[in-house]
């Protein structure tokens, strides 16, 4: 087992010509059998440093994970890259987990996810079922959840330090995309893992555009946002569920197609709603944290913040929900002070005063990071102890130019306030001082001091901003605790006696912040053609009952509609197109390339390619020298059933259809054989009805559950012959 070995693996299963960050030294890790730590970030590729393994290796590979919605998904995306995998969990019947149990026992599969609870129940009788089986390698998903201090702790992940005390010899890959040096440390030793390799990729998402807004008239900026981007698949988090609902139905009623997602809805409800996002059938989203975590939804183009997430980590996680396919992607935060001091009340944990106070720094940080004025992707980096010192030009503060003015005056009377109030308040009672706030919690004895109400004309907003301002430059400090105090620096006083002048940052409008242009890519792909192959997708995804991703991902599509492949050998060359993945899909992706090209003109762009390979010979189940769509015609003229050979070729019937549709229009196989003599006329008739649209999917619907997509494209290409 070589690394060379993964890499053809890496381009015939799943379609990629190369590794990216260290996905590569960490599978040589695992086939050495060596224990590893792997931090990558959401999107970079986690899964495939323990499925290439799993792949190479004899034996089963036994994957962790809490998150049963990514169980499926990954489950689905396996098996359509030609991967015997399987999942355990709650969603099943007795009767499918028998048939897993049966599959694992008979060797037959590579991968199995189950949740920690499953592997632990009913005392030690899953691990005695492993014990009877040949285990290649454990893999655990999630692992920051083994971290009391983490964001995400999940004590049942506790109890998996028993894999490593009875399964000594298996080697144990642990996996997550957020973690601090703390919560690495607490994964090395409740795994048992002391010895184990950690390859720590970057934590930037180059291809995610970070802006944050301030929360005045949010909804209103959300409409203006989302108006440009309604062909895009979108999260939108709010804190409560009360707040999910009504922004949901407000969005509906204002035409945009959006579901709510949270814990109050029942099962049904939520995966009903999960699975119309999944399936690009719902463009938005509106949900609780409740949604997301394990979502392997590639084409998420934006993730929008109305409330302030309680730390870094679960921002950084909510907002790598956006772009996993690497095309430009948004992450927009709506930030008020106010989101900061509310959630200090949830903030504590009862009975931990040390995790209290490592969650209210943690929401302090998160504040700090809504209120920046410099690069806000060096910011993140820094957080997960990734030194950067460069701006990275693609953030909402990198773009835009800040502009101050004098606010000495202003410097001097929050200044004031503090002194005068002998420096033992926080920032919201400050502000309401300076307002001249009328509230009870003003004491009577400030109401007498001449600087009560002297910030009258300033909004509370503004006046938190200047507060921060004043901070960061070092003018005033902030105690640290669960209710911070403002007190005086020693350049304090040289700005209250006018010694030292103060330029504030100047309150910016929203339309003067610069946000990602609603556009997918910098390629220059053909558009028209990119949503022809996006409802082609549709079509194969719908009929497999798979989210659409699982087919091709958008990244793919956009590559097919720049560079327009002409053939097979061209059609390889596309980012994402293994050999399953072409054998079932691929004829009926080039004809649509090829159609598009006829009608505007268009040649192929594949020269073009910033990279250039050599198309290698395939051999297919001995039938040396035959592209697949051949193979399936030889097999049909021997007088095998079109079941028979998706059967005999692991490929889906609809699969064979296509294969052998196209050789009706050649004339090499008669429309008898194919459709029976009833069916042929209403496909036909249906077919001239819908003929302006070109989609399959209106004429399958019109002809109803007797009617298969293979019959439709048969009639079609006799038509078209």
Not at 86 to 107: H, I, K, M, P, Y
Not at 612 to 621: G, I, L, Q
Request: charged share 25%.
């Amino acid at each position: 087992m070589t690394i060379d070995g993964a890499r053809k693996i890496l381009k015939h299963s799943f379609g990629y010509d190369s590794f990216r960050m260290n996905q590569e030294p960490a599978i040589e890790a695992v086939l050495a059998k060596k224990d590893c730590v792997v931090l990558m970030p959401t999107g970079g590729g986690k899964s495939l440093c323990y499925q290439i393994p799993a792949m190479m290796q004899d034996g089963l590979t036994l994957v962790v994970s809490p998150l049963i919605a990514l169980m499926k998904d990954q489950v689905d995306a396996l098996k359509s890259n030609g991967v015997n995998a399987a999942f355990l969990n709650s969603t099943q019947s007795a009767a499918e987990q028998v048939e897993v149990f049966r599959d694992v026992r008979s060797g037959k599969l590579k991968l199995l996810y189950v949740a920690p609870e499953r592997l632990l129940q009913s005392g030690d009788q899953f691990l005695d079922f492993l014990r009877g089986i040949d285990v290649s390698l454990f893999a655990i998903d999630e692992a920051h959840c083994i971290s009391s201090w983490g964001h995400d702790f999940r004590p049942e992940y506790l109890r998996l330090a028993a894999l490593k005390q009875q399964f000594p010899h298996v080697p144990l890959i642990a996996l997550t995309a957020t973690a601090d040096k703390l919560v690495r440390k607490d994964i090395v030793e409740r795994l048992n893992i002391r010895d184990a390799e950690l390859f720590i990729s970057s934590f930037n998402r180059p291809n995610i555009f970070y802006a944050v807004e301030p929360k005045r008239n949010s909804y209103g900026q959300l409409l203006d946002y989302l108006e440009k981007r309604k062909d895009e698949s979108g999260i939108i988090y709010c804190l409560s569920r009360s707040s999910v609902d009504s922004l949901a139905a407000d969005l509906r009623d204002e035409g945009f197609s959006a579901l709510s997602y949270h814990a109050g809805h029942d099962k049904q409800t939520r995966d009903k709603h999960q699975e119309s996002f999944l399936k690009d059938e719902t463009k938005i989203i509106v949900a609780t944290i409740a949604f997301g975590m394990g979502i392997d939804k590639s084409n998420v183009r934006f993730v929008v913040h109305m409330d302030l997430p309680k730390n870094v980590e679960s921002y950084y996680q909510e907002t790598g929900r956006a772009g996993r396919d690497g095309l430009p992607s948004d992450a927009l935060l709506f930030f008020s002070w106010a989101d900061v001091i509310k959630l200090k009340g949830f903030a504590a944990v009862e009975g931990n005063e040390a995790q209290s106070a490592i969650m209210l720094k943690k929401l302090d940080t998160m504040g700090k990071f809504g209120e920046l004025t410099t690069c806000r992707r060096r910011f993140l980096l820094n957080y997960f102890s990734e030194e950067s010192t460069v701006d990275c030009g693609n953030c909402d503060n990198c773009t835009t130019i800040v502009e101050r003015f004098d606010g000495t005056v202003i410097a001097q009377k929050a200044l004031s306030a503090v002194y005068r109030t002998d420096q033992r308040f926080g920032l919201s009672y400050l502000i309401d001082f300076l307002r001249g706030s009328e509230s009870k919690k003003i004491r009577d004895e400030h109401k007498n001091i001449k600087t009560y109400g002297v910030g009258a004309d300033i909004s509370k907003e503004d006046w938190f901003t200047y507060f921060k301002d004043l901070i960061a430059q070092g003018f005033l400090a902030q105690t640290q605790g669960e209710y911070p105090t403002l007190i005086l620096t020693e350049t304090s006083f040289d700005v209250l006696s006018g010694k030292n002048p103060v330029r504030l940052v100047k309150t910016k409008a929203k339309d003067e912040k610069a946000i990602r242009p609603a556009d997918r890519s910098s390629l220059p792909y053909e558009k028209g053609l990119f949503d022809e192959l996006r409802r082609l997708r549709s079509e194969f995804a719908s009929h497999e009952n798979v989210p659409p991703y699982v087919v091709f991902s958008d990244v793919t599509l956009v590559e097919m509609s720049t560079y327009l492949p002409q053939n097979d050998w061209e059609m390889r060359k596309i980012s994402g197109v293994g050999d399953l993945k072409f054998d079932k899909y691929g004829a009926d992706f080039l004809a649509e390339i090829k159609r598009y090209c006829l009608a505007n003109g268009l040649t192929s762009r594949s020269d073009l390619r910033p990279t250039r390979r050599e198309p290698r010979k395939r051999t297919k189940r001995g039938f040396s020298g035959k592209d697949t769509y051949h193979i399936s015609l030889d097999m049909f003229r021997d007088g095998k059933s079109i079941p028979a050979i998706a059967k005999e070729r692991n490929l889906g019937v609809s699969t064979i259809e296509n294969h052998l549709a196209r050789f009706i229009a050649t004339g090499e196989v008669s429309l008898e054989q194919f459709v029976s003599i009833e069916k042929v006329e209403p496909i036909r008739t249906a077919i001239l009805k819908f003929s302006e649209s070109n989609a399959l999917s209106p004429i399958k619907q019109y002809l109803g559950e007797n009617y298969s997509y293979g019959e439709i494209r048969a009639v079609m290409a006799s038509m078209n012959r």
